[in-house]
């Protein structure tokens, strides 16, 4: 995965920051987990240019080191300069940034900027996205309840029923939400 020629700077960032304990914990795994991108790497979000520049590591769950099905606990990897666009799943996330800053932004809240150490939860079916700077993202991510449904990018330029494919057994639960908070 292009995404992780980054994984070292990403490291070494937060080794040198706040959260150096954490970073210095991924390290040694490094060589053991099996980096993806989750999404479809065609259609009309850039798909293949995200695959190169978005990696995800799953450390436990069903493609974990350590296998669970309740709880899925991975990494997030992302280059500097990329967008990670609105996306939305049912499963309950909560991201620790371990390295590098980005603005994140979910719902209808105001984006912010998030550095090392700060910690962000989504509930399940919100829209959410993130940016990143200068710097690779490193973060730890974990997801609860419905771990079989996957994530679905969202098309901004499009009614909510039009803007992401219906892989999701939940879809109709993502789509009322945001058709409750203002999206069609």
């Given at each position: ?24 914990a991924v390290a040694p795994l490094a ?35 350590v296998a669970n099905a309740d709880l ?86 499009k009614p909510v029923a039009e803007s ?21």
């Open positions: 995965m292009p995404a992780c020629d980054h994984l070292d700077a990403a490291v070494a960032l937060g080794q040198a920051g706040s959260t150096g304990d954490l970073a210095s060589g053991q987990l099996q980096w993806t991108y989750s999404y479809p790497t065609d259609g009309g979000q850039d798909g293949a240019d995200l695959a190169r520049r978005i990696a995800f590591s799953q450390i436990v769950g069903r493609k974990g080191l899925h606990i991975g990494l997030t990897l992302m280059a500097p300069h990329t967008a990670y666009p609105p996306h939305a799943h049912p499963a309950v996330e909560v991201y620790l940034v371990v390295a590098g800053s980005a603005t994140w932004q979910a719902g209808g809240a105001a984006a912010t900027r998030q550095r090392p150490g700060a910690v962000i939860f989504h509930p399940g079916n919100v829209p959410h996205a993130m940016t990143t700077d200068d710097e690779p993202l490193l973060a730890i991510w974990t997801w609860r309840g419905d771990l079989a449904s996957p994530s679905v990018y969202l098309d901004p330029e992401a494919p219906r892989r999701s057994a939940n879809w109709n639960r993502v789509a009322a939400y945001l058709a409750e908070h203002g999206r069609k």
